[in-house]
């Protein structure tokens, strides 16, 4: 990792644009939305470290090279991070490709040296993000305080977590119905119900950008994968980097069962054209298994 991601908080603060412009207005447009007040300036006022004040970032697109120095000292005399348009060398951090969904925001980062890529990531990844996901995120932040009175355990508050992100409150949430959102939030927390295990097979020969939008879910919410010889390396990358991996060799259907028992999310990523065979195998053990098919080449 060349450059550390960060994110900073808007909402009160001061973004400053020096200069006018498509460059200038692309910066602006970043902004939309957003709760930070956007403070236009030229070259002239630029100059000075005074007009910083109160800002959390600044942004120089000027044409003249000798202005934008001037801009970007002059940021950095107000101690404010500074990014110069089409000038790497000035620039204190980078502007990535922004996925904004509210509360929910992803940025894809090249360190300024392949933004055109940036973009097309972007592009596979906002596919696969939600509209409403922010919604999702800000029900989760407005009941904060209560999930935490009610799971003071840190372990079960993540796994109840984990649990309301993919249930009904989060569907109410990602649909814009915030009352109904709440009220099952609440009633879950109130049940306090143990997460139910559930067992997916993932066809896992590859490659990743066939995955569907469901499969790359279960892949993140996974507790266990259970991995076949031969499952696609792009695909286990997606995978969350903490859950436990066990070759399919080493689990039998009794250890499944057990897990499954425990209340574990697991995912079975078998290799090419071996979902079936493993289905087949599972039902024989009683073990009910959702597919979770590649998307047509």
């Known amino acids: 990792m060349n450059a550390f991601p960060a994110f900073f908080p808007l909402a009160g603060r001061n973004v400053v644009i020096v200069g006018d412009g498509e460059g200038a207005d692309i910066k602006a447009r970043l902004f939309e939305g957003s709760p930070a007040r956007i403070v236009r300036l030229s070259a002239t006022q630029g100059a000075d470290p005074a007009a910083y004040a109160g800002a959390v970032l600044a942004f120089v697109a000027l044409k003249d090279e000798g202005e934008a120095q001037t801009a970007a000292a002059a940021a950095r005399a107000a101690h404010v991070p500074v990014n110069v348009v089409d000038r790497p060398a000035l620039c204190d951090f980078t502007t990535p490709a922004l996925i904004d969904r509210g509360e929910v925001v992803a940025a894809i980062g090249t360190g300024g040296t392949a933004p055109l890529l940036a973009s097309l990531l972007r592009g596979d990844i906002e596919a696969r993000l939600p509209e409403g996901a922010g919604r999702v995120a800000a029900l989760l932040g407005r009941m904060q305080s209560e999930m935490r009175e009610a799971f003071p355990d840190l372990a079960q508050r993540r796994a109840f977590l984990r649990s309301a992100i993919s249930g009904p409150a989060a569907d109410a949430a990602l649909a814009g119905d915030t009352d109904k959102a709440e009220a099952l939030l609440r ?7 143990p997460q139910a295990g559930r067992l997916r097979l993932l066809e896992g020969g590859g490659p ?47 250890d499944i069962a057990d897990r499954l028992a425990e209340g574990l999310q697991l995912v079975w990523i078998t290799a090419r054209d071996m979902a079936q065979s493993r289905a087949d195998l599972l039902a024989a053990s009683g073990l009910a298994a959702e597919s979770l098919p590649q998307v047509s080449a």
């Open 187 to 193: 009633q879950a927390m109130t049940a306090q119900t």
């Open 208 to 254: 990743a950008d066939l995955l569907t939008l469901r499969a790359a879910r279960a892949l993140s919410e996974a507790d266990l994968l259970i991995v076949d010889d031969g499952a696609a390396p792009d695909i286990l990358v997606l995978a969350r980097r903490d859950a436990p991996r066990v070759g399919s060799a080493d689990i039998d259907a009794a």
